[in-house]
């Protein structure tokens, strides 16, 4: 048995700075007025995977291992903590399920602290709350890179395979993904399980549980994601979009009292939450990950009250009796006094002969460190030159053999912040190639290159890619939102003096009324962060227009 310290995860995978903190006698007996200290037997189970709500343990002596698949052939030890040290990691606090199960390596003794209490005394103990947190957000990262979690079985090319793997790496759930037309292992384990690669995809649950092909909602509610049900009655403010701006709105509304609910169709964090550093955000000098800042987010609006819903798509907006119904796509509807729509934009597609068929296994639009275990040691390709497609490149270039960064504009400064081109031009495994475009995708089943051309000479070569990412270009994602909200010449929604609109008068005559900053063309519905016309496609610009919003909502239901 490995000794208190040791654990299977390489440098490469994270950065351990604080993942295994050991708690102070101070911190210890903080905690040991929540909870019971008890007694522990070698072999003792402390929790399994699969189990929800559990207790959170601290070490007061011995060791306790943390291992995944106990109790089966591919057991193996994750990590073994010893005293002062505690167990758990994110799915704790958020009441997802738990990847792995713990067991007490040798007699000892352990301190256990109900869930409940444990969060009460995060949100009055600010240190205390942020070491725990900031271990468990590294200690999800050493999972998801350790490959530890829910194990998605498919082939490649199965649009249904890739959308699991995306909702896991959008979840930022720990996942492993086992190829049929790569791994070797694969087949051998449905022949296991009775199932054909035909009845692929499935999804295998804490080393027992099967789904077939699951839909994301049932994902999700098999892991104990947060999906609440429906408020019966009108809630005070409904929050579509769970990116940055979103976030921001839930956690000032549900601060102040008001009746908060989050929806969102695919995951919390939105685009922002797929990026592997933002450097430039106030407040976090070394930078802080798109995970990491949702997460924190999240469990902040958690704190107050508020209500996430996901996945849950919104396809339709109506509007009467002083409140707005939003459906969706399960067919049910949530009623609000104020919406502050939140639903960010997608990135546009490239208009290159034969991409839907590499979009099947080839073709991303995120960078999350899911995309980075596929291609790792392969020559990439990334289109695009603005923030993101720089956040790519720096974070790509870490795992990728090559990676050219193919770019229309002829400086990469015209879209791009500073800090990122530094940085890409110090990477030796990066060509920059300017002024380009992409003309066409080679391959048979998947991608083997692109060819580029050059804007000013015409001039045309082949780089070689296995995987492609998009990162061009914004849609906003409005299509929901029917005829009743005013829209801009590309689909941004209008807010302020943009969607002032003609109220008709008592006596026939047109009069104007002026919105609120953030409102849009219907009274109490508010526009907040990339979808908003006109708003600055920043991540701090994006949480301070969802902080206003909340003001502004409030205001204009007591003006109603």
């Given at each position: 048995?490995?000794?208190d ?43 399994r ?20 698949g106990?109790?089966?052939p ?40 109900p869930?409940?209490?444990l969060r ?5 103990d ?85 789904l ?5 909602a ?13 408020p ?32 969102d ?32 987010a ?101 795992h ?59 001039s ?66 508010f ?34």
């Amino acid at each position: 048995m490995p000794t208190d310290g040791q654990h299977l995860a390489s440098p490469e995978t994270a950065d351990f700075n604080g993942a295994y903190p050991r708690l102070s006698d101070t911190q210890i007996a903080a905690l040991a007025a929540l909870g019971r200290p008890r007694d522990v037997q070698p072999h003792e189970i402390l929790f399994r995977e699969g189990d929800r709500n559990c207790d959170f343990f601290v070490v007061l002596a011995g060791n306790v291992a943390i291992l995944e698949g106990h109790g089966t052939p591919e057991e193996r030890i994750i990590a073994v903590h010893g005293r002062g040290r505690f167990l758990g990691e994110l799915s704790l606090l958020t009441g997802e399920t738990m990847f792995y199960s713990a067991m007490a390596a040798s007699p000892g003794e352990v301190l256990a602290v109900p869930v409940d209490r444990l969060r009460e005394l995060v949100a009055r103990d600010p240190a205390l709350g942020d070491l725990i947190l900031r271990a468990y957000l590294i200690r999800r990262s050493i999972l998801i890179g350790l490959g530890v979690g829910l194990r998605i079985v498919g082939s490649r090319y199965s649009p249904d395979a890739r959308r699991l793997r995306d909702f896991a790496a959008r979840n930022r759930l720990p996942s492993r993904w086992l190829d049929l037309e790569k791994d070797p292992g694969a087949e051998a384990l449905l022949s296991q399980l009775g199932v054909t690669p035909a009845d692929t995809p499935i999804v295998i649950l804490h080393g027992r549980q099967l789904l077939r092909n699951p839909s994301n909602a049932e994902l999700a509610a098999a892991l104990g994601l947060p999906a609440p049900s429906m408020p019966r009655t009108v809630c005070d403010l409904l929050v579509v979009g769970a990116g940055p701006a979103g976030l921001s709105a839930a956690v000032y509304g549900a601060s102040e009292g008001m009746d908060t609910v989050i929806l969102d169709g695919t995951a919390t964090g939105g685009q922002a939450g797929t990026s592997s550093r933002i450097e430039n955000y106030l407040g976090f000098p070394s930078g802080i990950s798109g995970a990491e800042l949702a997460e924190r987010a999240v469990l902040q609006a958690l704190k107050f009250g508020a209500r996430f819903v996901v996945p849950a798509e919104a396809v339709s907006i109506g509007y009467g009796d002083g409140h707005s119904e939003v459906r969706l796509e399960d067919g049910s509807s949530v009623s609000a006094r104020s919406v502050v729509i939140a639903t960010g934009v997608r990135y546009r597609r490239l208009d290159v002969p034969r991409l839907e068929h590499f979009e099947k296994a080839s073709v991303y639009y995120a960078a999350s460190q899911a995309e980075a275990q596929l291609c790792r040691d392969d020559p990439v390709a990334i289109v695009g030159g603005g923030n993101s497609a720089g956040q790519a490149t720096v974070f790509l270039a870490r795992h990728a053999a090559r990676l050219a960064l193919i770019v229309r504009e002829k400086d990469l400064g015209e879209c791009m912040s500073r800090y990122l081109i530094d940085q890409i031009e110090r990477l030796p495994n990066v060509e920059i190639m300017l002024g380009t475009e992409v003309r066409q995708l080679l391959g048979d089943q998947a991608l083997e290159a692109v060819v580029v051309e050059d804007g000013q000479t015409g001039s045309r070569r082949t780089v070689e890619a296995r995987a492609l990412f998009v990162f061009i270009g914004a849609a906003p994602c409005t299509g929901w939102l029917g005829a009743l909200i005013d829209l801009d010449d590309h689909g941004f929604v209008k807010t302020g003096i943009d969607a002032e609109r003609a109220v008709a008068g008592g006596s026939g005559s047109e009069t104007y009324a002026r919105r609120a900053a953030l409102e849009t063309s219907q009274p109490g519905i508010f526009a907040v962060g990339d979808v908003r016309s006109g708003s600055v496609k920043r991540v701090a610009s994006a949480v301070g227009e969802g902080a206003m919003a909340i003001r502004l909502a409030f205001e204009s239901m007591n003006s109603r």
